[in-house]
């Protein structure tokens, strides 16, 4: 199955390594066809990147609230 996401939604990225934390991105640009990688993605130290997330990622929805 084909992950989606959408802008404002965050990435989390296992770590696939004992002892390394997850990395946490919010989705700033989808750049894949209906929701589909790859994403445009912005870390909370402000760097941007383009990633195409593996099956270690999973999305966490936008709150409307934040």
């Known amino acids: ?3 989606k996401a959408n802008k ?3 990435l989390v990225m296992h ?3 004992v ?3 997850d990395r946490i991105v919010e989705v ?3 750049l894949g066809p ?3 990688p ?3 993605v912005r870390a909370e130290n402000g760097h941007e990147s383009i990633v195409s997330p ?3 990622t999973a999305v966490e929805p936008h709150s409307k609230s934040e």
């Open 8 to 10: 404002g939604d965050r």
């Open 54 to 56: 593996g099956p270690d």
């Open 19 to 21: 002892g390394k934390h």
């Open 28 to 30: 700033v640009e989808v």
């Open 34 to 36: 209906n929701g589909s």
């Open 1 to 3: 199955m084909m992950m």
């Open 15 to 17: 770590g696939r390594v």
């Open 38 to 40: 790859p994403f445009k």
